[in-house]
């Protein structure tokens, strides 16, 4: 079965700093892929970032990247910089080759400080 | 592009109502759609997957009779929650995918609803 562990259910970081989101996840499947999402308190889900398993170079959006490490299953997600509007539940998710749907974990609620 | 709305986005509605959410896709089309039900501070639980024109699939635990489910078209899915009940109160929120369900196809999320049954 497949599943995805976020450890840290709540973070803080001071604004201006980069703040690392841990994710691992465990799947036999060759080719998959890896989701951040981004969930303020207004409740939308917002996509971040995308890794697929096959992808040698991390992804980069903008102030988001993703420290991919297959052999170890951790899709990290990176935040640097961080804004008082990053303040907000991320979800890590995977899918799997043609299931459709997705695995989510079970969130991080980022706090960032003034 | 990839825009997904949801109406309504709350709902407050006496037990024992039916009530109708409706999820459009509003800027490309749907193949595949998902209804997924959140608790406060918990994570999406996946309730459903619809494909156009074909019935939904649903999760394990989740009771067909009373969430249905109708992908009538590439843009439109619509859950119904029949004969609502206090325990029924969630945020539901839809979701849709360009494509047949590769690992590399993002899921575009709407903007959830808020159900409150009284």
């Known amino acids: 079965a497949q599943k995805i562990t976020q450890t840290q259910p709540g973070m803080f970081v001071q604004e201006k700093e980069a703040v690392t989101l841990d994710c691992t996840y465990d799947?036999?499947?060759?080719?998959?892929?890896l989701f951040w999402y981004k969930q303020p308190s207004s409740g939308e889900m917002i996509f971040l970032i995308y890794?697929?398993?096959?992808?040698?170079q991390n992804a980069t959006e903008g102030r988001y990247s993703l420290n991919f490490q297959k052999a170890r299953k951790s899709a990290n997600l990176v935040i640097s910089a961080s804004q008082l509007g990053d303040s907000a539940m991320y979800f890590c998710?995977?899918?799997?080759?043609?299931?459709?749907?997705?695995?989510f974990g079970d969130g991080t609620t980022l706090t960032v400080k003034p | 592009g990839a825009v997904v709305s949801q109406h309504p986005s709350w709902v407050i509605c006496k037990s024992g109502t039916s009530v109708k959410i409706e999820c459009r896709s509003l800027d490309f089309q749907a193949t595949t759609m998902f209804w997924y039900r959140q608790f406060p501070k918990q994570s999406l639980m996946l309730m459903a997957t619809?494909?156009?024109?074909?019935?939904?699939?649903?999760e394990q635990g989740v009771e067909k009779d009373k969430f249905l489910i109708n992908h009538a078209s590439l843009t439109l899915s619509t859950l119904t929650v029949t004969s609502a009940h206090p325990e029924d109160s969630s945020f539901y929120i839809c979701s849709a995918s360009r494509g047949t369900g590769g690992p590399w196809e993002t899921q575009y999320f709407g903007p959830g609803t808020r159900l409150l049954v009284l």
């Open positions: 890794q697929g398993s096959y992808d040698e």
């Open positions: 619809s494909n156009e024109g074909s019935k939904a699939t649903y």
């Open positions: 998710a995977m899918k799997r080759t043609n299931a459709g749907k997705s695995t």
């Open positions: 799947t036999s499947d060759q080719s998959y892929g």
